[in-house]
């Protein structure tokens, strides 16, 4: 695919040879292409497409170019998408069209679709429901695998995947999986009850997005098939889908690992203003919280003022507590995401993270020593002081930041609020308090 | 599934009725119930397996188990094993295996599969052809569907996919791919090369393993094709492998970002010393550089001593400071890890993160405000000696936040090292710049 060319083809109005190349190119790198340039050419070329290709482009594109072009095109070009669009993608399309727009995708919907939109809409936001499509193979048990074949043959075109097929039986209860590998591989004249799997594994429509993802990375499925509350089969969720619901997740993750409110937006999609909302109440919360270190600093405003020169290792010693915690928790906030560590583990946590502590605690302090002495000119008494006070503050903070996301996660609070943030302001109050309270021993303030 | 009534079965040694719910439950979950027994109950359990099932059980076995059983088992047994597991799964436990059962392994390979195998050990880590298998459906072009499928049906059980097939020409040129969907709906008398598509994407071997993951992202495939530097075809990548692959580099963002050299081992099965080793470096560099802010307090140790209460407000500011360059850094290295911000996008993410500062530092500082005066008696000019600090430091932190990632990327260094605990260290010292410089002209220092 040659971006440039295209392009070139399209300023130089050469449609021949430009319906010629697009029709043999990927819809993602189409719709890539024709998003940013204005409605018009787009929609001179769009119209240009075959038209299975141009309803694939159509769902690639952005929710403003989707907008503009349903506001543009007559109403047998809409219908023509409404039909061809795969459910799924219909599902997002409404959701991110304004009023006006949705009612005249509706307007273009069959009736019985329509009220599956709706049934559908009603689905919780990032459930296993409103990441379903229906346009599944659906097959019978007494079919043969030659039924099951031509069935396929017939209707595969229109199916999100037919590579796992759905047997389904009265009251649209689910009776088995069977692959298109199996059917390709076995005997014809077989019935499909005899090759088919009973054993499968399914998710509910309300399970949320995060636990269909590690279902799917457990087993290395392809699509897996939902059912509703009376495990009726509702629809099929695809491995396509499922690598952007690990995206945002982990994206959310960052997010509130880093003290902001999550957000599905992209970030120079987004607005000043909601940026701005995402960040602000942490921070205010984490401000508030630091005042608190401000007030020991305060409590102890004698030992500084006898010895001011102990108020410049404070900005050292509060920064290596976080990064230390900051550590901890990253790693163990990251490990119960992944379901490398659970609940059970809170004590192995606690023991490892207390040796690691010691360990780089020692070195730390050691360095921080030998530093203070060759470089400052403090006498060996701050020197101490401040290094004892290092190790202790490291072995604090791997600890705290090793179980306040454990801790978290055992009282259904996200674990990721854990996070460096959080983890330093806590920190910081109890590296003061060590400080000062070791100063006053070792100094006689 | 349930893991319960296996365990009771094991241990009541009914293992009539054992092996019938073995024989349907999922790979994934048998390795899961037998990995943590002793090797001797493991490998009764193990040798009862129906054969394919068996070796797909000890591909997901822990290394640790894989060891035991290949210690264990006769020639014989490990033969089959070594025949019939996929070749990315024999990589996998190749590498993970000690010299001596290397050997083992490799004696009861095939000729030619031992030559592939040292072929594929040398293919770099996490690349492109580190992640291949070879066990592919290989299709010539003068075909018929009618011949592809009756090729399917023999040899298909064996592949790692059938889902997407691979027509290939002399010299193992790489001539077009077509699915099992199109080979299914399409007329039996056809000819492969009518229907192939030959506009397929391609990875090549050295490509690395994040690029891989980002073209299946992009595009939704379930398996890529891979061709090495003289454009040969050598192997194929699953989707399934490439969640591994997400989640892997993921967890190595995370590690960067909290200041640590990434691993890929997990947290419960690394050794202390091995994590204390990943972590001291940076803390050690951190603390360092955090003894130049130290260094800027001791330049205006006059300023402090002669209003002392303004120590009290350095923690509230640093860490405000760091948190609001932890927000920007932190979405902006997600952006360019997901592709959403590229460089040309520098201005854009400058002017942006301007804009919310001016916004976010206005709020904080006049809650900031409000506080001291209603809570502090220090005066109304240390209270907008502070708040002006708090705002300058906002906007500070927000921009180098925001812009050091993207100069990391153009330097070509990983943009996740300028997170969070760096652009607190860096910040840190800016603030107190500002903070002493504003004190000095507000209160006349």
Not at 97 to 108: F, H, Q, R, S
């Amino acid at each position: 695919m040659d971006e440039r060319k295209i392009l070139d083809l399209i300023e130089q109005k050469k449609y021949i040879e430009l319906k010629k190349e697009l029709a043999q190119m990927n819809e993602v790198d189409v719709a890539e292409i024709l998003d940013p340039l204005d409605i018009h050419t787009t929609l001179v070329i769009f119209r240009m497409l075959p038209k299975d290709l141009a309803v694939e482009v159509f769902a690639h594109f952005s929710p403003e170019q989707q907008r503009d072009i349903i506001n543009t095109i007559t109403d047998k070009e809409l219908k023509y998408i409404v039909e061809e669009l795969f459910f799924d993608d219909m599902i997002d399309l409404i959701e991110e069209m304004p009023a006006n727009l949705v009612k005249k995708i509706l307007v273009n919907a069959k009736e019985e679709e329509r009220k599956l939109i709706n049934q559908f809409l009603k689905y919780p936001p990032n459930s296993a429901g409103s990441l379903m499509t229906i346009e599944y193979v659906d097959l019978k048990k007494d079919m043969t695998v030659k039924d099951a074949l031509d069935h396929i043959k017939e209707t595969g075109l229109d199916k999100e995947t037919v590579y796992t097929c759905y047997v389904t039986g009265e009251n649209r209860k689910l009776e088995g999986i069977v692959s298109l590998r199996k059917l390709v591989i076995s005997d014809e004249k077989l019935l499909i009850k005899d090759i088919m799997n009973e054993d499968f594994i399914y998710v509910n429509t309300h399970d949320d997005q995060e636990t269909v993802a590690s279902v799917f990375k457990r087993y290395g499925f392809l699509a897996l098939p939902v059912v509703d509350k009376e495990h009726r089969f509702t629809g099929i969720i695809t491995v396509d889908d499922i690598m952007d619901v690990i995206d945002q997740e982990t994206t959310e993750d960052f997010q509130k690992m880093a003290a902001m409110s999550p957000s599905e937006e992209a970030y120079l999609d987004t607005g000043v203003f909601t940026l701005a909302k995402h960040r602000i109440i942490w921070l205010l919360v984490l401000m508030v919280s630091a005042t608190f270190t401000g007030g020991i600093i305060k409590r102890f405003e004698d030992v500084l003022q006898s010895v001011v020169v102990l108020t410049a290792f404070i900005p050292m010693l509060m920064d290596t507590g976080g990064n230390s915690g900051s550590q901890s928790s990253t790693l163990v906030i990251r490990g119960l995401a992944l379901g490398e560590i659970s609940l059970s583990d809170s004590w192995k946590v606690i023991w490892k993270e207390f040796r690691i502590s010691i360990i780089v605690g020692i070195a730390l302090a050691a360095a921080n020593f030998v530093r203070i002495m060759i470089f400052d000119t403090v006498g060996i008494w701050v020197a101490l002081t401040v290094s004892i006070t290092l190790l202790v503050t490291v072995v604090i903070s791997k600890i705290v930041g090793g179980i306040l996301p454990m801790i978290a996660k055992r009282v259904n609070i996200d674990p990721a609020i854990m996070a460096g943030p959080l983890i330093t302001t806590i920190v910081d109050a109890l590296s003061l308090i060590v400080y000062f309270t070791i100063a006053s021993l070792l100094l006689h303030i």
